[in-house]
Nanobody, 119 residues
Framework: QVQLIESGGGLVQAGGSLRLSCAAS????????MGWFRQAPGKEREFVATIRWSGGSTNYADSVKGRFTMSRDSAKNTVYLQMNSLRPEDTAVYYC????????????WGQGTQVTVSS
């Protein structure tokens, strides 16, 4: 089993920044990629960013490109999401997830951390 613990959420004004962290523990030796997703009230969960564990290549949703940066610290089994130029529409619960193999979906999820951006 893998446990994912997010932290770093909070309340910030529009234009501000936050950095989310996601620490992984447990059976972490099989990991293809990590991802961040978010879910706003009344909306479906949506993809935000992903990072390949080997090599560190990243991919972002169009809505966050140029504002958000995902990174990883392999030694700490932790991924980060640096969020800059935040907008009220970024308000959501942000979830960290692990994709264990190339062919699997995101099979482990954290409990989520709330990000609220005030206008």
């Amino acid at each position: 089993q893998v446990q994912l613990i997010e932290s770093g959420g909070g309340l910030v004004q529009a234009g501000g920044s936050l950095r989310l962290s996601c620490a992984a523990s447990g059976r972490t030796f099989s990991r293809y990629a990590m991802g961040w997703f978010r879910q706003a009230p009344g909306k479906e969960r949506e993809f935000v960013a992903t990072i390949r564990w080997s090599g560190g290549s990243t991919n972002y949703a169009d809505s966050v490109k140029g504002r958000f940066t995902m990174s990883r610290d392999s030694a700490k089994n932790t991924v980060y999401l640096q969020m800059n130029s935040l907008r009220p529409e970024d308000t959501a619960v942000y979830y960290c997830a692990q994709k264990s193999t190339l062919l699997s979906g995101y099979d482990y999820w954290g409990q989520g951390t709330q990000v609220t951006v005030s206008s």
